[in-house]
């Protein structure tokens, strides 16, 4: 085996900001008065926040010191299942940070704002030709905020139909927001079990689908890596009593140029760029997750839409069956931008590699490690797999002990406990940008893990042991919780 | 392609240990009627090279500072970014993690995030804030939820003098909810008109903006105790997080919650997003919040650490009962404000809020002996309402070419407000740039 990734490097402590500092200094430059002073009136002002005082080198050393703690793409393999961390280009991160782009106000004359209207327009043709849908909408921040906006325009389509529908379908192996988001929308979800297979059954749908049923949420592939077989005859199921068929995207790297949920009988989806289009998670965000539609639901879109006239492009409000607007502007533009250079650099047959070799990853992944864990279904998957720890529970050993063992060996550990319908579920998700000596590496840290489960158990009890901190206290943290300092 | 490693070599000893004899025989579960059989129609790749000319020129088909004078705010502010906080933020450590579920390993994000939290505390005077939302539009949206939660009564009343544009946010998130949203009007002199709150029942929070949208400060302490008479929340929005380093903040006024918009804490602009939704409540509200909160902790040798806590809150845990839907968020907006909170410091930031505060005064001042009208007399903190003659429009037209905005038209949102335009100055016009605002309008 090759050398562990797993060493002990150089960490320093580091206090929190306000234990460090003087009254006095500065880290900032403050721009030069040119104008006389003309204090607010009485009454009205107060001392000024207790901020602490601290020189740029205070600052600067600070935030180095504090990334050190943490891992990231660029340190190495982050198999979370579900969240798609793949690489992130560097290209991505400058063209966002062009001046002509991040010094853009959000509201001035369309004339003036030509470039990045034209950028948008751009993306929202993409990524309906990558879905197969009629059309976008780029506002919402997050997939989560796509799935609400999706629950909103199923909402008013029943509503401009006469009629108000109270309940939606949502499958055990939909993604965890699933649920909250339409109850957002007033809507209450309506549990439905997937079969021995890992995937839905037709009659499962037709049993509990009816005429007070908004829809489906389904998401495909589900979070058990595995493809909905039946999702057209679901659709149809759907269909028959004037539902709408809703796909959570979140999992779209598994089948990029390979098929199209516009033409698997999906309505309405979301994608999210922060998963399937590269742009980094940023420590939990900002994402960006647009949602396509077909003809029927484009009425509804949020405004304002960005259009094209003769290669001018504006935005326009003139849509009277709008659901209204999802956030103040326009959406996480600065998202959009690292999605639109992904996809430029990528052009269509990149795209559909990308997909290829994120499937056949999880794949290889999947075969040279179900001797060494439980394989929940053994099944061809797609972008991840899902394994639990059912081998290792004669040793007193669970998940999150193999978990909390691989860090020490390198690696982020793989989505745990999730999804809930394999019990100690290990989720992983190694995408097409690791190569197979690290995933090989990979594969050779859990083997060894299992082995160590069997022979000395309480390295895996104790571990991780070369992160800046041992396992935490999470109990005492929400008993007593301590959300300021 | 450079982000795709895998060799042909590679893919074919893998292909062997799966056991498919190519690429496409991965897909032997998606049935045929699901595949997509033809290309994608999309434009073949570009070089790296040719993309950055691509996109530079697109760039340039924007106008931006400084070869463009911008003297509209209006919930997106132009303040100067420190370099060494951009540089910092590019850190890949912090670009390239995950939301932090496993804490061992994201102590960084955590700390950071621990910090943000009680820093925007401080800045807003409340005891807690949360670790990040979209906007501070969904902010407020998210906020007036968690009221009718804690209330248990389904009416909220809203200024409006809130900006607009959240207020359209508002309604959106409302519609199918049922529940009712009454908008207060406004005086004269450019505050919340609270009188027809007198007759209104069962209210689970009533909602001011300061500085609203006018630029006018409005009297929290009033607002406060208007809405605890009704025993509703009182709710706290702003679009300038920057004024709090000057006038008195909302949680020594009374508000229950704030929030708001924090993009003026060092985060660019960007035609909008991404932004930085602000949250932050009294403690006893803490297990009614919307979104992540990072909460102190020991490890097992009693040393500090952060994680993410009271996740019983969430969707992941809580499903269709959660107190929000909300799971990524905009964390790395979050640690931007951090870092520029840090960078200012609390002596700086009351200069820098000072200095945005005067410069205002300064072209207000200039206007008016230009002989033109200040539509509304309370006082302000970087924006106003200014009234320019009837037929402005031409010239506003004709200054855009000169590469001079002068302010937001006010008719598209206040039907009433035919020719006033709302202005903003923060510490990036200098006095020159003002001066040939004021004899450009007034010419």
């Known amino acids: ?485 | 392609m450079r982000y795709l490693p895998h060799t042909s070599e590679e893919i074919a000893s893998m292909l062997e240990v799966v056991g498919v004899d190519d690429l496409d025989s991965l897909f032997s579960t998606v049935p045929e009627e699901c595949r997509f059989p033809a290309d994608l129609d999309l434009p073949v790749p570009l070089t790296e090279w040719d993309l950055n000319a691509h996109m530079q020129a697109m760039a340039n088909d924007m106008a931006v500072s400084p070869e463009y004078k911008v003297f509209v705010g209006a919930g997106s502010y132009e303040h100067f970014v420190p370099a060494s906080v951009s540089y910092l933020l590019g850190r890949s450590e912090f670009v390239t993690s995950y939301t932090p579920y496993q804490p061992e390993m994201s102590q960084g994000t955590l700390q950071a995030i621990y910090e943000y939290q009680t820093l925007t505390a401080r800045l807003l005077g409340m005891e807690i804030a949360t670790a990040s939302h979209y906007d501070g539009a969904t902010a407020l949206a998210e906020s007036l939820l968690m009221a009718i939660r804690v209330t248990k009564r389904k009416r909220v009343a809203v200024s409006s003098l809130i900006h607009p544009l959240y207020r359209r946010v508002v309604h959106t998130y409302f519609e199918p909810t049922g529940y009712e949203v009454v908008e207060l009007g406004y005086l004269e002199n450019g505050v919340t008109d609270l009188t027809d709150l007198d007759n209104m029942e069962d209210l689970a929070a009533l909602a001011v903006q300061s500085p609203n949208f006018f630029g006018c400060i409005e009297d929290f302490q009033a607002v406060g105790e208007k809405a605890h008479d009704r025993q509703a929340l009182f709710i706290a929005s702003f679009t300038e997080a920057l004024s709090y380093g000057l006038l008195k903040n909302p949680g020594s006024q009374g508000a229950d919650i704030a929030c708001g918009e924090g993009q003026s804490m060092g985060i660019a602009q960007t035609f909008g997003g991404p932004a930085l939704g602000m949250l932050a409540s009294r403690k006893k509200y803490m297990r009614s919040l919307p979104g992540r909160l990072v909460g102190q902790t020991k490890d097992l040798d009693g040393k500090r650490g952060f994680v993410l806590t009271l996740a019983t809150r969430e969707q992941h845990i809580r499903r269709e009962k959660a107190t929000s839907n909300i799971c990524t968020n905009n964390s790395l907006c979050a640690l931007a404000a951090a870092m520029y909170m840090a960078s200012v410091g609390g002596t700086g930031i009351r200069e820098l809020a000072r200095l945005n505060h005067d410069k205002a005064e300064y072209l207000k001042k200039e206007l008016k002996s230009a002989g033109l009208a200040i539509t509304f007399d309370n006082p302000t903190f970087n924006e106003f309402v200014v009234e320019f003659p009837a037929g402005f429009q031409a010239a506003y037209e004709r200054l855009l070419e000169k590469k001079l905005v002068a302010g937001l038209p006010l008719a598209p949102y206040y039907p009433e407000l035919a020719n006033h335009y709302l202005l903003c100055v923060t510490e990036t016009r200098s006095k020159e740039d003002m001066d040939s605002l004021v004899r450009e309008v007034a010419s």
Request: charged share 20%.
């Open chain 1, 1 to 485: 085996m090759k050398e562990s990734l797993g060493a002990n490097g150089l960490i320093l402590n580091e206090p929190l900001l306000w234990e460090k500092g003087k009254k006095g200094r500065s880290g900032f430059s403050l721009p030069r008065r040119d104008v006389e002073s003309s204090p607010p009136g009485q009454g009205l002002t107060c001392e000024g926040p207790d901020l602490p005082d601290l020189s740029e080198i205070d600052v600067v050393r600070h935030y180095t010191r504090l990334s050190q703690w943490n891992f990231g793409v660029d340190t190495g393999m982050y198999p979370l299942g579900s969240c798609t961390m793949k690489y992130s280009p560097k290209t991505n991160e400058k063209q966002a940070n062009l001046a002509g782009f991040a010094g853009a106000h959000p509201l001035l004359p369309a004339a003036l704002s030509q470039g990045v209207l034209r950028m948008m327009f751009e993306l929202q043709q993409y990524l309906a030709e990558i879905t197969g849908m009629d059309a976008a909408t780029l506002q919402p921040a997050a997939g989560a905020h796509g799935e609400l906006t999706g629950m909103l325009l199923i909402h008013a389509f029943h509503k401009s139909r006469g009629e108000r529908r109270s309940k939606i379908i949502v499958p055990d192996t939909a993604h965890g927001t699933n649920p909250a988001s339409a109850a957002l929308c007033g809507y209450s979800p309506v549990s439905v079990k997937s079969n021995n297979q890992g995937i839905l059954s037709v009659e499962a749908i037709a049993e509990v689908m009816d005429k007070n049923t908004a829809g489906i949420m389904v998401t495909n592939p589900n979070t058990l890596g595995l493809y909905e077989e039946n999702i057209h005859k679901i659709a149809e199921t759907v269909h028959a009593k004037g539902g709408i068929v809703y796909c959570d995207g979140a999992n779209m790297n598994a089948v990029m140029g390979v098929a199209r949920m516009g033409e698997n009988g999906v309505d309405v989806m979301h994608l999210n760029l922060h998963k399937t289009f590269s742009t980094p998670h940023g420590g939990g965000g900002p994402g960006s997750g647009p949602v396509c539609v077909k003809k029927e639901l484009e009425p509804f879109l949020p405004v304002p839409r960005v259009m094209e006239e003769n290669g001018i492009y504006r935005l326009s409000e003139d849509f009277p069956e709008s659901v209204g607007r999802m956030q103040a502007f326009h959406g996480n533009v600065g998202v959009m931008i690292k999605a639109y250079s992904y996809i430029r650099s990528m052009g269509p047959k990149n795209l559909k590699k990308a997909s290829q070799l994120a499937v056949l990853n999880a794949n290889y992944i999947k075969e040279r490690l179900k001797g060494t864990l439980h394989l929940a279904y053994d099944r061809p998957c797609m972008h991840e797999c899902v394994f639990s720890d059912e081998y290792q529970t004669a040793h007193k050993i669970t998940t999150i002990d193999m978990a909390k063992r691989l860090m020490d060996y390198g690696f982020h550990p793989p989505t745990v406990y999730f999804p809930l319908v394999v019990h100690g579920s290990i989720m992983i998700e190694p995408t097409e940008t690791e190569s197979k000596e690290d995933i090989d590496q990979f594969i050779e840290a859990f083997k060894t893990i299992a082995n160590e489960a069997g022979s000395n158990p309480d390295l895996l009890h104790d571990a991780p042991k070369r992160c800046k901190v041992r396992r935490l206290d999470e109990t005492t943290a929400a008993r007593k919780p301590c959300l300021a300092g």
